[in-house]
């Protein structure tokens, strides 16, 4: 039987760890040529032979999200090997936890050229390429924080909550051009950007023991979990979700 993205071109930000890593696996073993952008200090190039070696079709192409000279060179070389780009997940992102008045200029502007710019650059190279092919699918991972105020992230949770309307807006501008745009938002994830999270959180006073996540959200989010939730955004099983927000994080928004 086929898989649910055969046939497609897949982008993956930030697709060499966390719940991108699980994301590249997943979409190429679901029948989609995967195209993996990360930093060059990531592990890109072993995930790609990795997939290329059970028989995926997977390139690396490293770059930085909030570079658009190196975005540009990124799509363009996916889109030569691979063809047009028609699955596009925006999971690139960074952290940021500490309190807001010792937060400094510099960290607020990393942030959102990272988490807001790097979306940004990277779906509007991709649109043309996915518009000219007849349509795709989108998915930007936001977060509980979107919606949820925490403590210590101001910085995270704005970046967040951009991510949140940038997600809508795109279903809306470009709906009658066949593109569906969604987005994921996990609740605290067991990576090691999540435990890295929790760890500074911590040293700031932030209860997130294990009683606390317990409450909270029962468990840590499993990457997978993440990775499946996308993949159901991006397939045709999803044909009729435009705009949305699904939340991955076992009722935490819904208490």
């Known amino acids: 039987m086929a898989g649910r993205l055969e046939g497609r071109t897949a982008l993956v930000t930030g697709g060499a760890g966390g719940c991108g890593l699980a994301a590249s696996r997943l979409f190429a073993r679901e029948g989609a040529k995967v195209g993996i952008l990360d930093v060059p200090s990531s592990a890109g190039a072993a995930v790609?032979?990795?997939?290329?070696?059970?028989?995926f079709a997977a390139l690396f192409c490293?770059?930085?999200?909030?570079?658009?000279?190196q975005v540009a060179a990124a799509v363009s070389a996916v889109e030569e090997q691979f063809g047009p780009i028609t699955a596009l997940m925006n999971h690139a992102g960074i952290l940021a936890a500490a309190p807001f008045l010792e937060t400094s200029v510099e960290e607020w502007d990393r942030i959102m050229a990272v988490n807001v710019?790097?979306?940004?650059?990277?779906?509007?190279?991709?649109?043309?390429g996915m518009i000219a092919a007849g349509g795709g699918?989108?998915?930007?991972?936001?977060?509980?924080?979107g919606v949820v105020g925490t403590p210590m992230e101001v910085l995270y949770c704005t970046s967040k909550g951009a991510c949140h309307m940038f997600a809508r807006a795109l279903a809306v501008e470009f709906r009658?051009?066949?593109?569906?745009?969604n987005a994921v938002c996990p609740g605290f994830i067991a990576t090691d950007h999540g435990r890295r999270e929790l760890s500074l959180l911590a040293q700031h006073g932030v209860d997130v023991s294990d009683?606390?996540?317990?409450?909270?959200q029962g468990r840590m989010c499993e990457p997978e979990e993440v990775a499946s939730a996308a993949l159901f955004l991006l397939s045709d099983d999803a044909s009729f979700v435009n705009g949305a927000h699904l939340f991955v994080d076992n009722g935490y928004t819904a208490i």
């Open 137 to 145: 699918s989108i998915v930007s991972t936001s977060s509980i924080s």
């Open 211 to 216: 009683a606390a996540i317990a409450a909270d």
């Open 176 to 181: 009658d051009r066949n593109i569906r745009s």
């Open 48 to 55: 790609a032979d990795e997939l290329r070696a059970e028989g």
């Open 117 to 128: 710019r790097g979306m940004f650059l990277v779906t509007q190279a991709v649109l043309p």
């Open 62 to 69: 490293p770059a930085d999200v909030s570079r658009q000279d």
